[in-house]
């Protein structure tokens, strides 16, 4: 079964950037679609972003315009780039997958704080 790697997250100030890494031990294109979620202390686990196997995107709104979710099909690996931080973008960031025959798989997660 494929399994999910993240990479990427760290301490970074308010109003900059990471990006995380979502690395897949087989081909990402067996997935009908791949998702970044994020989860803070106390929260539910909330989806940030979608890419499809066509390619198409989908973002939540507190992070249009400053997160974009890409992947290199070469590289097995599905990206989160994240700009202009904010406070309440910390979390632990989990990659999901979704293939229709062996269904959904999560990542162990990788932590993201922001602060000054």
């Known amino acids: 079964q494929v399994q999910l790697e993240e990479s990427g997250g760290g301490l970074v100030q308010p109003g900059g950037s990471l990006r995380l890494s979502c690395a897949a031990s087989?081909?990402?294109?067996?997935?009908?679609?791949m998702h970044w979620f994020r989860q803070a202390p106390g929260k539910q686990r909330d989806l940030v972003a979608t890419?499809?196997?066509?390619?198409?995107?989908k973002y939540a709104d507190s992070v249009k315009g400053r997160f974009t979710i890409s992947r290199d099909t070469a590289k097995n690996t599905v990206y989160l780039q994240m700009n202009s931080l904010k406070a309440e973008d910390a979390a632990v960031y989990y990659c999901?997958?979704?293939?229709?025959?062996?269904?959904?798989?999560w990542g162990q997660g990788t932590q993201v704080i922001v602060s000054s």
């Open positions: 890419i499809t196997r066509i390619g198409n995107t």
């Open positions: 999901y997958a979704y293939e229709e025959e062996t269904g959904g798989r």
């Open positions: 087989g081909s990402i294109l067996n997935f009908a679609h």
